[in-house]
């Protein structure tokens, strides 16, 4: 009865009820006749209320799932997204045949990029970067959690930085990696949906949507090992300006991939000699 009356979409009202209950999504059916005490009642209703108000799920039950592995969220970080698993898969297939590849991941977030090519590539050696200690701090806690503490690559090693900015000069990448804030300043999409609650500062670059773009392109050929590539995340409508910046900067075999909705979501080069 609660969820029948629920307002929220029924995926919604059981991802908040099982939250609440400490149950499984197949418990909801299997205890199905149970009575619902009072208290966890009272709770259910309180977060129900937030998400009719617009406050995301992930962030009221304080995990989303991305690549198969369950990521602590809060207001710190944006929220991980089913499309930018498509950057993870394009850069485990750019180290296919890199041993101990050494990984860059900017803008890092929940840390949700980094931790999954580790956990797919345990020998990977891998760096993340964030200008927010709060962000840091949330990453540093998902990869603690999530794997293995005797990878052979090590522990994902995270620092605090604006892009490349405090990173040690001497470092070289085969693989970097971002998705960073690209949403133009005007978009009206930021006053819109979950959006709303997320940092600013993770969505957009307060210009143009490019600009942490440009960043990015511009100070990798200096961090990038001899063939070493970047990808990055973009806008649905920015791939043709991201490939023109790479192929400026100097990048090869510059192209875009297309997410499930068939929209160029991704795009990236290598770095020849």
Known sequence: MLLRASPLPPLEARILLTHVLGWRQTQLITRADEALDSAHVERYRTLEARRVAGEPVAQ???????????????????????ETELLVETALTAMENVSRP???????????????IASMRPDAQVSALDRSA??????RRNAVRLLDAKRPGGAVTFTQSDWYDSLDAALRFNVIVSNPPYIASGDSHLSQGDLRHEPRGALTDEADGLSAIRAIVAGAPARLAANGVLWMEHGYDQAEA???LLTAQGFADVRSERDLAGIERISGGRLSG
Not at 68 to 82: C, D, K, N, S, Y
Not at 134 to 139: K, Y
Request: net charge negative; aromatic share 6%.
């Open 60 to 82: 009221l039950v304080g995990a989303r799932e991305f690549f198969g592995l369950e990521f602590e969220v809060t207001p710190h970080v944006l929220i991980p997204r089913p």
């Open 134 to 139: 709060e962000a840091l701090a949330v990453a």
């Open 102 to 116: 050494r990984v860059l991941d900017l803008g890092t977030g929940t840390g949700a990029i980094a931790v999954a």
């Open 242 to 244: 991201v490939r023109a």
